[in-house]
Nanobody, 125 residues
Framework: VQLQASGGGLVSAGGSLSLSCAAS????????MGWFRQAPGKEREFVAH????????DYADSVKGRFTISRDNAKNAVNLQMNSLKPEDTAVYYC???????????????????WGQGTLVTVSS
């Protein structure tokens, strides 16, 4: 399974960016896909999650109402639309796929099996 994240960059506070994660490989989909982020000096944290089968989503409180995760079944990709960006959103963003997670387990990095290489998002104040 290979995950390729793209779309990071530099944006001013209040701006928008869209990240994409393209998945390939045998039986890559599994149960769902998530986005995590890691800021300098901080631990990796959950951002958003989507279930492949029904498109249900979940978000960290810090991004609710600003970020939207969506799936593109035809392209085997998951996108993360980020609006109203804040300097504290600055981080390396990672996509990951899980064969199975449920409830709060979907917020935990160890629940995810394969990870993309990360893409840097920098939000200037």
């Amino acid at each position: 399974v290979q995950l390729q994240a793209s779309g990071g960059g530099l944006v001013s506070a209040g701006g928008s960016l869209s990240l994409s994660c393209a998945a390939s490989g045998r039986s890559f989909r599994g149960h769902g896909m998530g986005w995590f982020r890691q800021a300098p000096g901080k631990e990796r944290e959950f951002v958003a999650h989507i279930i492949w089968s029904d498109g249900s989503t979940d978000y960290a409180d810090s991004v609710k109402g600003r970020f939207t995760i969506s799936r593109d079944n035809a392209k085997n990709a998951v996108n993360l639309q980020m609006n109203s960006l804040k300097p504290e959103d600055t981080a390396v963003y990672y996509c990951a796929t899980t064969r199975y997670c449920s409830g709060y387990g979907c917020y935990d990095a160890p629940s995810y099996d394969y990870w993309g290489q990360g893409t840097l998002v920098t939000v200037s104040s």
